[in-house]
Antibody, heavy 120, light 107 residues
Framework: QVQLVESGGGVVQPGGSLTLSCAASGFTFSGYGMHWVRQAPDKGLEWVAFIRYDASNKYYGDSVKGRFTVSRDNAKNTVYLQMNNLGTADTAVYSC?????????????WGQGTLVTVSS | DIQLTQSPSFLSASVGDRVTITCRASQGISSYLAWYQQQPGKAPKLLIYTASTLQSGVPSRFSGSGSGTEFTLTISSLQPEDFATYYCQQVDSYPLTFGGGTKVEIK
């Protein structure tokens, strides 16, 4: 069965950096686009980033563009989110999600998420 | 960016009720809309994609309709496990965006 397991969350000071990982299993990882989505405490869903199955295209949400970088290693079945210059508004649970196809934009599987807390 | 406005943001209903949630897009998105259900403490679950296509394994009491700028999610007969928050999402163009959510609670 499809599994997505995020790791790398934690507490970081404002202006700091963090890299999240999402380990995938149960499907042909190299054939699907992958997304990152976040949810601040008691708030709604916010799409963060997308990487195409072959990493040929990457897109970012307006609030993270220029600060976050998405990447993937198809040999390790893992997608990453490097986050720089973090601010308190970035505090959220970050989840990776599998695209239904190469780039449909719909997410058919989600991980449980990893909490990132930006605080001094 | 495309903005999505969901209404209502909160609704109270009883088991067996027919429930309709509306999602309006700030510009036309054809049928490029998805609906998700999120139960407390759980990851969201895809219910509907391309506005009206039921995701595999989702009960048939869920249905979606609409195109262009106005969309609806309908639950024909609300079940206890349906009390959750529902989100629409446009997949027409990047950046992808979500509606603000509709929380369905037990009356």
């Amino acid at each position: 069965q499809v599994q997505l397991v995020e790791s790398g969350g934690g507490v970081v000071q404002p202006g700091g950096s963090l890299t999240l990982s999402c380990a995938a299993s149960g499907f042909t990882f190299s054939g699907y686009g992958m997304h990152w989505v976040r949810q601040a405490p008691d708030k709604g869903l916010e799409w963060v980033a997308f990487i195409r199955y072959d990493a040929s295209n990457k897109y970012y949400g307006d609030s993270v563009k220029g600060r976050f970088t998405v990447s993937r290693d198809n040999a390790k079945n893992t997608v990453y989110l490097q986050m720089n210059n973090l601010g308190t508004a970035d505090t959220a649970v970050y989840s990776c999600a599998k695209d239904k196809g190469s780039s449909t934009g719909s997410f058919d599987y989600w991980g449980q998420g990893t909490l990132v807390t930006v605080s001094s | 960016d495309i903005q999505l406005t969901q209404s209502p943001s909160f609704l109270s209903a009883s088991v067996g009720d027919r429930v309709t949630i509306t999602c309006r897009a700030s510009q036309g998105i054809s049928s490029y809309l998805a609906w998700y259900q999120q139960q407390p403490g759980k990851a969201p679950k895809l219910l509907i994609y391309t506005a009206s296509t039921l995701q595999s394994g989702v009960p048939s009491r869920f249905s979606g309709s609409g195109s262009g700028t106005e969309f609806t999610l309908t639950i024909s007969s609300l079940q206890p496990e349906d009390f959750a928050t529902y989100y629409c999402q446009q997949v027409d163009s990047y950046p992808l965006t979500f509606g603000g959510g509709t929380k369905v609670e037990i009356k």
